[in-house]
């Protein structure tokens, strides 16, 4: 199972409970060593009664939709605090030191949490805290200059990711190896091209793939159209990859790392949303 999702794509994650080792049981071509000083399973001391041992079970449930409901709404609904009160009680000459840092520190976030084996569940509130400000502080930098932008953003975003859902369950979409290759091959040289974009913009090389209101740009916005198109392809890949974890019986703390994943995908249709309705109100 892959996703494009550089979340959900550790080989490690999403793997069925049965298929992990249990603890009292020696992992397969490693046979559990004698522990001297206590008896071994069918073993005794002399004196004491037999008392048959029992097999060990590890006390946790796997993944099911209603966790990966409750967590994406507890990392959404944190992020969209965090987002409307950077929003609300933001300075403005604090405006660029915060898109610039909380960028950076949400992208390092990123990057630690989906490398990690182990989700933890305190490091995606944290990566949605500091999303949170960068989203607060990228929005404020829009709403001032087109006035109701960020609202229709908004409802934007929500809309896209319902009609996608709809349409993944009510037209049963197969994912298939191909798609999955195109879509993360795509998604990779898209970053590639915009990290690009983001270093010439640093020594003063304008390549006209992103504007903040300079005016109509085609080219701005056929780069964001192609970004919102591999956002929604990736929202796929998540539902995908989300319904497959739960059907395999994956570990229930695996909701956490499905929550974060959906998160990251929704801040980036967001933006690309919130780009192309910015060219348009431009023009």
């Known amino acids: 199972m892959h996703s494009t999702n550089p979340v959900l794509s550790r080989p490690d994650a999403f793997t069925s409970q049965q298929q992990q080792p249990q603890p009292g049981y020696p992992q397969q071509g490693y046979p559990q060593q004698p522990q001297y000083g206590y008896p071994q ?70 990057l630690f949490v989906s490398f990690r084996r182990l989700v933890n569940p305190a ?10 400000i960068f989203i607060g502080a990228f ?38 190896n191909r798609f999955r290759k195109v879509v993360l091959i795509s998604t990779m040289a898209f970053a590639g091209v915009m990290l690009l974009n983001f270093v010439m913009a640093l020594f003063g090389v304008d390549m006209g793939l992103r504007t903040v209101g300079g005016g109509f740009n085609m ?44 998160t990251v995908t929704m801040v980036w249709l967001y933006t690309e949303l919130l780009r192309i309705l910015s060219y348009f109100r431009s023009n």
């Open 123 to 132: 490091m995606v509130l944290l990566y949605a805290a500091i999303e949170g």
């Open 219 to 262: 080219l701005a916005l056929i780069a964001s159209a192609i970004g919102v198109v591999l956002a929604v392809f990736n929202l796929i890949m998540d539902f995908d990859y989300i319904e497959q974890g739960i059907a395999v019986q994956a570990p229930a703390s695996e909701s956490w790392r499905a929550a974060f994943g959906l």
């Open 139 to 176: 929005s404020l930098l829009f709403e001032t200059m087109f006035p109701g932008i960020v609202v229709q953003a908004v409802l934007g975003t929500f809309a896209a990711a319902g009609v996608t859902l709809a349409a993944y369950k009510a037209f049963r979409i197969k994912v298939t």
């Open 41 to 110: 399973p069918g073993q005794q001391y002399p004196g004491q009664p037999y008392a048959p041992q029992q097999p060990v079970q590890a006390a946790r449930g796997v993944m099911t939709i209603d966790d990966v409901i409750t967590k994406t709404a507890i990392t959404l609904g944190g992020l969209i605090v965090t987002a409307a009160l950077t929003f609300m009680f933001l300075p403005i000459e604090l405006l660029y030191p915060s898109l610039i840092i909380s960028g950076l520190v949400g992208f390092v976030t990123v």
